[in-house]
């Protein structure tokens, strides 16, 4: 357990949460961006934290590549259809040498305040950008397999069998790619 730990801190009676997610720098939860803007102001060099938070995920991520490699294999998967999120913990030095404190597997995405609501939505619109997920339009699905059952109508009275494959190699995006805002 670690002193940064929401869950036990807001239990303090001395807790102030922040309850305006455009003030993300008010209270004892702060964005990512807030706190960068105040180390920033201080005069902490933004390039070198940053550089150095990176080497050590990375390091940490590749340490279990093997892993996954394996549990992938084992059960088929490919790279391209899974993914995890994972929550790091990282304490920062005097020095800005980032110490990992625990890395969490699947995080809490629940909110208990505006600013969480914000912080977490966002997180999830960029994990479904990163793995291609768009947007469903019905309205453009309802007209596609419309279309696809009109030209498997009349290939379907025709007989032809490769006519069936056309139509449905020319209908093949029924989700459409409309991108998440």
């Given at each position: 357990?670690h ?18 997610a455009?003030?993300d720098?008010?209270?004892f ?16 060099d ?6 150095r ?11 279990g ?11 088929w998967?490919?790279?391209?259809n899974?993914?995890?999120?994972f ?43 990163m ?37 449905y190699?020319?209908n ?10």
């Open positions: 357990m002193l940064t730990n929401y869950s036990i801190n807001k239990k303090n009676e001395k807790f102030v949460q922040n309850e305006d455009e003030q720098d008010v209270g939860k702060w964005s990512l961006t807030a706190f960068c803007n105040h180390l920033e102001q201080v005069g902490i933004m390039d070198l934290m940053w550089s938070i990176y080497d050590v995920i990375l390091k940490t991520i590749a340490c590549d093997n892993y996954v490699i394996q549990a992938m294999k084992k059960n998967m490919y790279r391209q899974c993914f995890e999120i929550g790091f913990d990282i304490l920062l030095d005097s020095d800005l040498k980032p110490w990992i404190i625990e890395v969490n597997l699947s995080p809490s995405l629940s909110a208990d305040s505006p600013l969480d609501m914000t912080i977490k939505q966002n997180l999830l619109v960029d994990t479904w950008n793995c291609g997920v768009r947007k469903f339009d019905r309205r453009k699905e309802s007209l596609n397999k419309l279309k696809y059952r009109n030209k498997n109508t009349s290939f379907q009275q025709t007989g032809t069998a490769t006519g069936k494959a056309k139509a190699m020319t093949h995006s029924f989700a459409g790619s409309i991108p998440i805002p």
